[in-house]
């Protein structure tokens, strides 16, 4: 019988991915912690999804089908949430893969860091790098790439918290290269944002979780084969969907402000992560270092209907993101460029102090050794 304590529920959020989802769950199925409850929710999809999901869950009886209405990436994680009844929850994207012994590792991990005298494990978090595969010109894939924090997690003690290690919110927001304990989740109501498509709503799940946690366990392993999207795709998502990202940026800010975090290093890092996204959008709407370009309109269809955001819009929008952040700690962030720090003085209408290039450099030397040292 299996154990409840040991139970993992994996969320599987799919639309219309039957070219890659049974290489996904074949890879969940291989695992070595057999104690698994799948999820596989069907967010309305208009091919051959379903079909897929149905024949996995007729062969294994630890799959099971959702199938629900189209409502974004945030509202199949959701509804998994609600109908997990694993102890622990790992998310799934369906065109990536994981190592066999992906979850069997971490949770031993996280067992000799710290149990309970019940047997159950009380970290809130088990957190792992990843691997990016690549593909190659000819859309095959390539060769893999550990995150850019591969190696670079180095905590004084185990378990930590967000501010002993903040490089985990400075890199992309790797949701799925995690252990959630399930109780942990709902004592803090830990939900997704809902919103069309993908929507950007693995950042305010980021912050809520890792800002939250009192007991984060890191394991410097890479299981998770991530699958990238290509840059074309974001920048076409900020041109059409500026109010998503807007409202991610805001969201995010909001959990730094209703949390009362002074941090530098977490507040260093949550403004690199703003201002990198703030220069996506601004190229996606031709608003170089700000200021709005001719009259062009951008259609929005959010739960008022259909309307118009013009690029004056935009950039008013981005400038109160803006003016939510510290412009010492931008200055001071050796991760961004001097272009997006002009950027950002424009929209906050703060000065911009003389600035050497120099940490920006060092900073980018740090990641060129880093990947020559890692990329095979």
């Known amino acids: 019988m299996v154990s409840m304590k040991e139970l993992v529920t994996v969320i599987v959020p799919c639309y219309n991915v039957e070219g890659t989802l049974e290489r996904c769950l074949r890879s969940i199925a291989a695992q070595t912690h057999e104690a698994l409850e799948v999820l596989c929710v069907n967010d309305g999809s208009t091919d051959?999804?379903?079909a897929v999901m149905e024949r996995f869950a007729a062969g294994d009886e630890r799959f099971r089908v959702i199938d629900k209405p189209n409502g974004g990436y945030?509202?199949?994680?959701?509804?998994?949430?609600d109908e997990a009844r694993g102890a622990w929850i790992a998310?799934?994207?369906?065109?990536?893969?994981?190592?066999p012994s992906m979850f069997e590792s971490m949770l031993a991990h996280a067992r000799n860091i710290?149990?309970?005298?019940?047997?159950?494990?009380a970290i809130d978090i088990i957190k792992a790098p990843y691997l990016t595969v690549l593909p190659n010109a000819d859309g095959s894939e390539g060769r893999t790439i550990p995150c850019r924090y591969f190696g670079r997690v180095h905590p004084a003690r185990q378990p930590f918290t967000i501010e002993e290690t903040p490089r985990l919110l400075r890199h992309r927001p790797s949701i799925w290269s995690a252990l959630y304990r399930t109780a942990f989740l709902r004592e803090h109501h830990i939900r997704?944002?809902?919103?069309?498509g993908a929507g950007?709503?693995?950042n305010p799940f980021l912050y809520d979780t890792l800002l939250r946690a009192q007991k984060i366990a890191y394991l410097n392993e890479a299981f998770y084969e991530y699958r990238e999207e290509k840059p074309a795709k974001t920048a076409a998502f900020a041109h059409d969907h500026p109010e998503q990202v807007i409202g991610r940026l805001n969201e995010m800010a909001a959990i730094i402000e209703e949390l009362a975090v002074t941090d530098e290093g977490v507040l260093s890092a949550h403004s690199k992560r703003t201002v990198n996204?703030?220069?996506?959008?601004?190229d996606a709407h031709d608003l170089g270092d700000g200021a709005p370009p001719a009259e062009t309109y951008v259609e929005v269809i959010d739960d008022t209907g259909p309307r118009t955001w013009s690029p004056p819009q935009v950039r008013h929008a981005?400038?109160?993101?803006?003016?939510?952040?510290?412009?010492?700690?931008?200055?001071?962030?050796?991760e961004l460029s001097l272009r997006n720090k002009r950027l950002f003085a424009m929209l906050a209408d703060v000065p911009m102090p003389p600035m050497s290039p120099l940490p920006r450099l060092r900073a980018r030397m740090s990641e060129a050794l880093w990947l020559l040292r890692h990329a095979r």
């Open 48 to 50: 051959g999804t379903l």
């Open 74 to 81: 945030g509202a199949a994680c959701n509804r998994g949430l």
């Open 91 to 99: 998310i799934v994207e369906p065109d990536d893969t994981i190592r």
């Open 114 to 121: 710290d149990s309970e005298d019940s047997g159950e494990i």
């Open 192 to 196: 997704f944002v809902e919103a069309p």
């Open 200 to 202: 950007w709503t693995d």
């Open 277 to 282: 996204y703030l220069r996506i959008l601004a």
């Open 318 to 334: 981005m400038a109160s993101v803006a003016k939510r952040l510290d412009p010492a700690i931008v200055f001071a962030e050796p």
